[in-house]
């Protein structure tokens, strides 16, 4: 049996539907429901004593909510026992309905919200009538920009300043003029006279950027909303000398600013406009070099001729409706396809129709640098503004972040973040990376996609990714295993500090254990060596004119002589310019498997308990088996070769001319050295054939050397890139690079 009890009380009303809410019963509860819409804003059903909801009450529910909602209130539901909830859950109408565990906390709420509506009241202002809505608990946080940086649309809110649109990396002052932002849109009207005054809507406003010099933010919330009653128009200086007559019914502090909506069907619009005087503000002497204007002295109760701010003229402006929120107002009506214009107030001379208005005001102004996340630097170094800026997007959990300089790589600079929350508590380390757009888009895609499904490595988790221009960042956890106190070295420092007899076993675990997910499970398929390993495709474009210039090697020229022997070899640089497009679309029958993609000892990362940590994915993909042990060999053969003579060059070319004569992989050369520095030598041969080994292993012993040398070309031809390597190295690199281009063509 299905019964209905009401229940009105401190005027909120209840409803108590008990027994089975099916398709019988929902008649019953609709009719009741509807004799209630009329009288009531808000309405409560409490389901403690429900436990089936079928979906012809849910229906009922959604027409009454859509009906108290068009007036400002809500429908709420309480006391949801699991049955009930769960067909709420499934429909997705949790999304809908306020949901609360008891009639109580539904009526706390009621109470708050009606507060919030405030007191409404009519002022009478020489000839015209005012409707007037106070809202009392009104967040106010007005703020002064006083010095140039870049600024989120989201961070400047209601806004009006100096400045351009950050749509580079660096502010050029070209563009300087005058901007207005309201919500997702921001207007800007250049000193320039000759240049037309543009607009901007975003979807998402913390992602949009602004150069700003000097600017105030009006605060997030207005604290009156004025109508006008009755009347067939009102000029602006008019309506703004009333508006600033209007009693406060609560102290507010002084008038800051006025938005007006004027939904008149000649010209539609919605205009900001500033009502401080900013002669009596702390704004900096900053000069601008195509206009020295900064924030005109704007409209007084005594001047009203210099307004500053800015008109929006719209196609149309949709009445305001009951109970809609004031930035949801905004926001449906300030749209790209919505907005015909913006101009300057002193552009033209004109009426408002029918204004509705909102009042900003201002008790005491803040410096916005006290109100946003502060991000400071260590070691002396200077945060680009872009990167600050991107640092700010990312970290919004924090109050405070405190960034230092780890490295910075040939496509990305990596650095370390401590950051703290807005009560002061430390969050957990991150690292932040900045590096070119795509490079980070492919960053996070590859990590959540080859990552974090193959292998355990705590330090590959990416917390959030933004960007700006072509630029990008990305925000990684940085915790190790043992928790915030674990220190993390990467490989390069015990690379230079163990004997190769620690070493062999510390690569055996990266190899063969943390990383078998991905070498241990080769697929047998085509692989396209001379398209996937071009490294002039990816980070070195200009890798031929680059050894033209500093080791005068001419790409053009099929042969080149090696110096310090006199004998003549292929030139690599000849190779990659015309036998690597030849053959791009040529496939190799070989093994792939998912790899780093640039895996070296700074990407490479372990705690004091050798457990080990990825990071830099933007590369991981699956490829030619091999890639990966070729890359760090190239590492231990030549960046870390020692070249501190010509008499130490020439050695190496004679050892490395006998290393890679080889025309099969499974064919370990001779390692025997003469030279000097014969234990760092030692280590670097040998973790060589180490990393041939694993090559070995994980392509069932495939003994064509020719994908292992292709390999080890995309990373070889590039360290003539390198700006820290020693020309000797360069040299070196050029003439490894020729053999392997030789045993490359004999294999033909």
Not at 325 to 347: A, K, M, P
Not at 499 to 528: A, S
Not at 544 to 553: D, G, Q, V
Request: net charge negative; charged share 20%.
């Amino acid at each position: 049996m299905f019964t209905l009890s009401i229940q009105n009380e401190g005027a909120i009303v209840s409803i108590i539907p008990e027994g089975r809410l099916d398709t019988l019963s929902s008649t019953f509860f609709s009719e009741k429901l509807k004799s209630l819409l009329d009288q009531e804003q808000y309405l409560i059903i409490d389901f403690s004593n429900c436990n089936y909801l079928a979906s012809s009450g849910i229906r009922s529910l959604m027409l009454a909510a859509k009906t108290l909602n068009a007036r400002g209130g809500a429908l709420m539901l309480a006391s949801l026992p699991p049955e009930v909830f769960q067909v709420i859950e499934m429909t997705g109408l949790q999304k809908v309905f306020p949901v609360f565990k008891d009639d109580t906390t539904a009526r706390e709420e009621i109470l708050r919200l009606r507060n919030k509506a405030g007191l409404t009241y009519e002022v009478r202002i020489g000839e015209f009538n005012f409707h007037v809505q106070d809202f009392p608990e009104i967040n106010q946080t007005p703020l002064i920009w006083n010095h140039p940086d870049i600024a989120g649309y989201n961070e400047l809110g209601i806004s009006i300043g100096t400045g351009s649109p950050a749509e580079s990396l660096t502010d050029d002052g070209e563009n300087d003029g005058t901007f207005t932002t309201i919500g997702n849109c921001a207007g800007f009207i250049p000193f320039d006279k000759d240049s037309p005054p543009e607009f901007r809507v975003l979807r998402d406003p913390a992602a949009g950027g602004i150069f700003v010099q000097q600017a105030l933010s009006f605060g997030p919330d207005p604290a009156l909303l004025i109508k006008l009653i009755n009347t067939t128009g009102i000029e602006l200086k008019m309506l703004l000398d009333a508006v600033l007559q209007i009693p406060q019914k609560s102290a507010k502090g002084k008038p800051a600013a006025l938005l007006i909506a004027d939904s008149g069907p000649a010209t539609p619009s919605i205009i900001l406009v500033s009502l401080v005087d900013t002669a009596a503000l702390p704004l900096s002497p900053v000069v601008l070099t195509r206009n020295p204007e900064l924030l005109p002295t704007s409209v007084t109760t005594g001047d009203i001729s210099a307004l500053h701010g800015a008109r929006f003229l719209l196609n149309e402006l949709s009445p305001i409706i009951p109970g809609e929120l004031f930035y949801e107002f905004l926001n449906r009506s300030l749209t790209i396809e919505n907005i015909e214009s913006v101009e300057s107030l002193q552009s033209s001379v004109f009426s408002l129709q029918s204004p509705a208005s909102w009042l900003f005001y201002a008790d005491e102004w803040c410096n916005a640098d006290d109100q946003r996340i502060k991000v400071e630097t260590a070691d002396g170094f200077i945060l680009d503004p872009y990167k600050s800026f991107l640092a700010r997007r990312l970290y919004t959990d924090s109050g405070r972040v405190v960034i230092k300089q780890l490295h910075g790589g040939y496509s990305a600079q990596t650095f370390q973040v401590e950051s703290y929350d807005h009560e002061g508590r430390k969050l957990r380390p991150t690292v932040l990376k900045i590096a070119n757009r795509n490079l980070i888009s492919r960053e996070a895609e590859r990590c959540q996609q080859y990552a974090l499904p193959y292998i355990m490595n705590n330090s590959a988790i990416v917390l959030g990714t933004a960007f700006h221009c072509d630029q990008g960042a990305l925000r990684y956890n940085f915790v190790g295993i043992g928790g915030e106190q674990t220190r993390l070295k990467w490989l390069t420092h015990l690379f230079n500090e163990w004997p190769v007899e620690q070493l062999e076993p510390l690569f055996d675990k990266i190899f063969l254990q943390i990383l078998k997910p991905w070498y241990g499970q080769p697929v047998k398929e085509n692989v396209f060596p001379y398209r996937d390993q071009d490294p002039t495709l990816t980070f070195f474009p200009t890798l031929c004119e680059t050894a033209k210039e500093l080791l005068s090697i001419d790409p053009e020229e099929k042969f080149m002589t090696i110096i310090e022997t006199g004998e003549k070899r292929i030139n690599p640089y000849w190779f990659l310019r015309y036998e690597f497009p030849r053959r791009r679309n040529q496939p190799i029958g070989y093994y792939s498997a998912i790899c780093h993609g640039d895996l070296n000892m700074q990407n490479i990362l372990l705690d004091k308990e050798m457990n080990v940590y990825l990071i830099d994915f933007s590369e991981t993909k699956p490829r030619s088996a091999i890639s990966d042990f070729a890359r760090l060999e190239a590492i231990f053969m030549i960046e870390h070769a020692l070249l501190d003579t010509e008499e130490d060059l020439q050695r190496m070319i004679e050892f490395t001319s006998r290393f890679y004569n080889n025309s099969n992989l499974n064919h370990l050369p001779d390692i025997t050295w003469t030279g000097g520095a014969p234990e760092i030598m030692k280590r670097n041969f040998m973790l060589t054939l180490k990393m041939r080994s694993y090559a070995i292993g994980c392509t069932s012993g495939e003994p064509n050397i020719v994908p292992y040398y292709l390999a080890l070309l995309e990373w070889i031809l590039p360290i003539v890139c390198y700006s820290s390597a020693p020309v000797e190295v360069k040299r070196l690199s050029a003439y490894i690079a020729g053999m392997l281009c030789q045993v490359i063509l004999a294999a033909d």
